[in-house]
C-alpha cells in the first residue's frame, strides 16, 4: 500500500456487479431485468467483471495493495438474497479470484450498504477481504457481522452516517467506541461511517472519529486493552 505518514491510497476498481447494470439500465429497470431479462444482466456484469479487473490490475501495477469494489445497490434492502447470489456472488468472485491470483498480497473490499446480514457469509466465500461499510440502518450492528464471520476478514464501518449531521462529538465517540468493542476486540476492524460521511456532517463529529481510536482502540498482544 503507498503511504504518506498515516495516508493510505486505495485503488478503486468501479463496480463489476448491480450498480455497474444499473448505471448503464437505470434502477427501476436495471431491478425489472433481474427477473425479465436474466442473460442480459449476466452479460452486461460479464463486461463489469473485465473492465473491473483491467482497472484492478492497472493500480497492481502502480503499487497500491489495496482495492475498492463497489456494489452500494446491491444488498438486501434492494434485491433478494436469491437475487443477490444468482447475479452478484459469481460476478464478484470472478474479480476477487483473477486480482487475487494476480497480486496475491492485495487486499479487496467492497462498498455494499444497506442490509448485508443474509448473504454476510457469502461474502467471505466470494473472496473480499474485508466487509462494510457496515450500515447500521441497514438493520444490524457490528457485533452481528463479527458473531456470523469471526475473524476470517476484516470489517469497516458501523457509525451510522446520519450521527454525523444528528450527534453530538460526545455521542459520536461513544458510538464508536462500542463499534471498536463490538467489532476489533482482536483487530481487523477500520473504524468509519456506515456509508459515506453526509455533506452536512459536522467538521467536529468527523474529527471525534479520531479521538475514539484514541480512546477504545488501545491494543495489547492483538487484543483491545481499554
Not at 449476466?42 to 489495496?66: P, Q, Y
Not at 483487530?187 to 477504545?216: F, H
Request: net charge neutral; proline share 4%.
Amino acid at each position: 500500500m503507498k503511504r504518506s505518514g498515516d495516508l493510505a491510497i486505495l485503488g478503486d476498481c468501479g463496480s463489476a456487479t448491480l450498480a455497474f447494470y444499473v448505471s448503464m439500465r437505470g434502477i427501476h429497470r436495471a431491478l425489472l431485468d433481474l427477473i425479465e431479462r436474466p442473460l442480459l444482466v449476466h452479460r452486461v456484469m460479464e463486461k463489469g467483471v473485465a473492465i473491473a479487473i483491467e482497472k484492478g490490475k492497472f493500480n497492481i501495477d502502480l503499487g497500491l495493495k489495496m482495492l475498492r469494489l463497489n456494489d452500494s445497490v446491491g444488498n438486501m434492502s434492494v434485491i433478494s438474497p436469491h437475487h443477490w447470489r444468482t447475479f452478484v456472488f459469481p460476478h464478484m468472485k470472478d474479480v476477487c479470484t483473477e486480482l487475487h491470483r494476480y497480486g496475491p498480497d492485495v487486499k479487496i473490499y467492497s462498498h455494499i450498504c444497506g442490509n448485508i446480514l443474509p448473504i454476510v457469509e457469502d461474502l467471505v466465500e466470494v473472496g473480499l477481504d474485508c466487509i462494510g461499510p457496515l450500515d447500521p440502518l441497514g438493520g444490524f450492528t457490528p457485533a452481528e457481522i463479527r458473531q456470523r464471520v469471526g475473524d476470517s476478514v476484516a470489517l469497516m464501518g458501523g457509525v451510522d452516517t446520519l450521527s454525523f449531521i444528528n450527534s453530538t462529538p460526545d455521542e459520536i465517540v461513544e458510538e464508536a467506541g462500542k463499534c471498536i468493542h463490538q467489532a476489533g476486540r482482536k483487530g481487523g476492524y477500520i473504524l468509519g461511517s456506515g456509508c459515506v460521511i453526509p455533506r452536512g456532517a459536522k467538521r467536529e463529529n468527523v474529527e471525534a472519529l479520531r479521538t475514539a481510536s484514541e480512546e477504545y482502540g488501545i491494543y495489547k498482544n492483538g487484543r483491545l486493552s481499554v
